[in-house]
Structures are given as structure tokens and as C-alpha cells.
């Protein structure tokens, strides 16, 4: 199982950017998901989540700007990011939960860079 994330790029301040990671291999389902960030010196943060049911869930520095969603049919998962700030500058990760058989097992994808211009 791989997943590629992509869509990051430079945009100026006020700009929008959409991500998308995309699951492939041997996949039954895609189950709980979510997009983090880690900017330089910074831990890693959750930014957004969404169940397999689609229930969702933002962290407080991007309510009202970032939405998250899902294709289940094509097992990826997209961060729609609107009115963007230089704060928002760090490299974004993909975690999807995968389901495979009898099991399911988190992974990440390889990080997308994100810079926001003032």
C-alpha cells in the first residue's frame, strides 16, 4: 500500500491550494483520515480529520478556511485550504487508515510542501 500526496506548491497570502492523497495497492477501504502539518522547529499537527462516515473535524487555526473530504470510490482523501497565511507554511502529510482483508493499519503519505507568501 502507498499513498501519494500532492497539490502543495508557493501561493501568496489570501490564495487557495487543494491536496490530495491518493491510497493504491491492495485495498479493500479506506477508513479514518487526516491531513497534519510540521513546520520548521514545530511538532507535527493534526490540521484535519474526517471518518469513514465522513464526520469531520478541524483544529482551531483553520476552522472556517480548510475543508477536508473524501473519495471512498477512489480511495483518496483532499484538503481544499482557502484564504491561506503565511502561518499555514509547513510540509503536509496524509494519514489514511487502510483496510486490507482482516485488517487495517494506518500510513502516511510522503509530505507536501506548502509556502504561503505575505
Known amino acids: 500500500v502507498q499513498l501519494q500526496a500532492s497539490g502543495g506548491g508557493f501561493v501568496q497570502a489570501g490564495g487557495s491550494l487543494r491536496l490530495s492523497c491518493a491510497a493504491s495497492g491492495t485495498i479493500a477501504s479506506i477508513n479514518a483520515a487526516g491531513w497534519y502539518r510540521q513546520a520548521p522547529g514545530n511538532q507535527r499537527e493534526l490540521v484535519a480529520a474526517?471518518?469513514?462516515?465522513?464526520?469531520?473535524n478541524y483544529a482551531d487555526s483553520v476552522k472556517g478556511r480548510f475543508t477536508i473530504s473524501r473519495d471512498n470510490a477512489k480511495n483518496t482523501v483532499y484538503l481544499q485550504m482557502n484564504s491561506l497565511k503565511p502561518e499555514d507554511t509547513a510540509v503536509y502529510y496524509c494519514?489514511?487508515?487502510?483496510?486490507?482483508?482482516?485488517?487495517?493499519?494506518?500510513?502516511w503519505g510522503q509530505g507536501t510542501q506548502v509556502t504561503v507568501s505575505s
Open positions: 494519514n489514511i487508515t487502510v483496510v486490507a482483508g482482516l485488517y487495517e493499519f494506518p500510513y
Open positions: 474526517i471518518t469513514s462516515g465522513g464526520s469531520t
